[in-house]
């Protein structure tokens, strides 16, 4: 990542201490966990620190571990804590700053953690809001960070079908994806999650993890995959069969694709993300396969690979320009099988575009 973004970043997240009348923000990244806000806020990418941000001041707290990558990677300052604990740090440098009401991201930290915040005399606000709005629309760099990893995905698929055949089990498949995408010049795959390859009757678990299970003549598998590059996923969906399409399935996946095609003739900004999610459902419904589209369409992806705005029939979103979403119908019938059809697309003023248009959009056979 490009440090340029990051005072624009800031900026907008310093509209909204005003907003809510905050004298500071702070984001805690926890032996992993939240690395995302911190890195698109700061730029750092470590596995553990604290940020205290304020009207006029960025400021990282982390241990010997990341202070030198820490240094490398942001423009905040960075306090070496030492031997001491995260929260005595942060305990002076709020006291010292006189700092009275501190945002902090309450669906982000532990209960332990919370509660010894609270031994800290400040007015701790629950600003979880903050970061993933300034997050949700991409720019011009993010998407192309999506784009890139999209087309590491698709050269990886094809090379990885090709070592791929009848006989072969899920976590083959699994495995060389993940080597492809490392020796491609990806970070790998997500990560976060791992990938999905469901084949014969266990195509019906929307989020079945590869097992020793082979891939038999007539059966087909669903593979749910992607890419991260500069810590921006893509996430992608497709259906391949063994030596033959067996003609229920190829019918579910034509079904697929007409469903995805009809919710991109509503997407567009100011569309209730509910109703995309009705129109393709609608199509599903009509071919007597509703009850088993068991999920919504779906979900924003960026640094995380599930990020706002939802595509659900619950969801209250709103589409807006710079939005990045999956739509992925499917239909899973237990004891047969099942079938998803997954592309990222960008919202535009023009309607939406297609990411992962590197990836064919067809029933792969393979063997």
Same mark, same amino acid.
């Given at each position: 990542?490009?440090?340029?973004?990051?005072p624009q970043r800031l900026e907008g997240l310093r509209a909204q201490l005003r907003d809510q009348v905050l004298d500071g923000f702070v984001?805690?990244?926890?032996?992993?966990?939240?690395?995302?806000?911190?890195?698109?806020?700061?730029?750092?990418? @470590?596995?553990?620190?604290?940020?205290?941000?304020?009207?006029?001041?960025?400021?990282?707290?982390?241990?010997? $571990? /990341?202070?030198?990558?820490?240094?490398?990677?942001?423009?905040?300052?960075?306090?070496?804590?030492?031997?001491?604990?995260?929260?005595?740090?942060?305990?002076?440098?709020? @006291?010292?700053?006189?700092?009275?009401?501190?945002?902090?991201?309450?669906? $982000?930290? #532990?209960?332990?953690?919370?509660? =010894?915040?609270?031994?800290?005399?400040?007015?701790?606000?629950? #600003?979880?809001?903050?970061?993933?709005?300034?997050? $949700?629309?991409?720019?011009?760099?993010?998407?192309?960070?999506?784009?890139?990893?999209?087309?590491?995905?698709?050269?990886?698929?094809?090379?990885?079908?090709?070592?791929?055949?009848?006989?072969?089990?899920?976590?083959?498949? #699994?495995? !060389?994806?993940?080597?492809?995408?490392?020796m491609s010049g990806a970070e790998g795959g997500w990560k976060s999650h791992e990938f999905i390859v469901a084949s014969g009757e266990r195509?019906?678990?929307?989020? @079945?993890?590869?097992?020793?299970?082979?891939?038999?003549?007539?059966?087909? !598998?669903?593979?749910? /995959?992607?890419? $991260?590059?500069?810590? /921006?996923?893509?996430?992608?969906?497709?259906?391949?069969?063994? =030596?033959?399409? /067996?003609?229920w399935a190829y019918d579910v996946h034509n079904l697929l694709s007409e469903a995805q095609k009809v919710a991109l003739e509503v997407m567009?900004?100011?569309?209730?993300? =509910?109703?995309?999610?009705?129109?393709?459902?609608?199509?599903?419904?009509?071919?007597?396969?509703?009850?088993?589209?068991?999920?919504?369409?779906?979900?924003?992806?960026?640094?995380?690979?599930?990020?706002?705005?939802?595509?659900?029939?619950? #969801?209250?979103?709103?589409?807006?320009?710079?939005?990045?979403?999956?739509?992925?119908?499917?239909?899973?019938?237990?004891?047969?099988?099942?079938?998803?059809?997954?592309?990222?697309?960008?919202?535009?003023?023009?309607?939406?575009?297609?990411?992962?248009?590197?990836?064919? =959009?067809?029933?792969?056979?393979?063997?």
């Open positions: 990542m490009t440090y340029g973004r990051i984001l805690f990244v926890t032996e992993g966990s939240n690395w995302e806000g911190a890195y698109y806020i700061s730029g750092f990418r @470590g596995s553990s620190a604290t940020l205290l941000i304020t009207h006029d001041e960025e400021i990282l707290i982390t241990d010997g $571990r /990341y202070t030198v990558q820490a240094e490398e990677q942001s423009r905040f300052e960075v306090v070496d804590q030492g031997q001491r604990q995260t929260l005595e740090v942060l305990k002076e440098l709020l @006291g010292v700053r006189r700092l009275r009401r501190v945002g902090f991201e309450g669906e $982000r930290v #532990s209960y332990a953690l919370f509660k =010894k915040l609270e031994c800290i005399d400040v007015k701790w606000v629950d #600003s979880s809001s903050i970061i993933p709005s300034l997050r $949700r629309c991409k720019d011009e760099l993010e998407v192309s960070c999506i784009r890139k990893a999209a087309a590491f995905a698709a050269s990886a698929l094809e090379e990885a079908l090709d070592s791929f055949g009848p006989g072969d089990a899920e976590v083959k498949l #699994s495995a !060389l994806l993940e080597f492809r995408l490392r195509s019906a678990l929307p989020h @079945g993890a590869p097992t020793d299970r082979r891939l038999m003549p007539g059966e087909w !598998l669903t593979l749910d /995959y992607g890419a $991260r590059y500069e810590g /921006y996923v893509c996430d992608i969906t497709r259906n391949v069969a063994a =030596k033959r399409r /067996y003609a567009k900004p100011g569309v209730a993300a =509910k109703d995309v999610d009705a129109a393709a459902r609608a199509v599903i419904q009509r071919a007597g396969f509703g009850a088993y589209f068991t999920h919504g369409l779906g979900h924003g992806i960026g640094l995380e690979l599930h990020e706002a705005p939802r595509l659900s029939p619950s #969801s209250d979103d709103v589409l807006q320009e710079g939005d990045v979403v999956t739509v992925e119908p499917g239909v899973y019938v237990k004891g047969r099988g099942g079938l998803r059809l997954e592309d990222d697309y960008l919202i535009t003023a023009d309607g939406p575009l297609c990411l992962t248009e590197g990836v064919p =959009k067809e029933f792969f056979l393979i063997g």
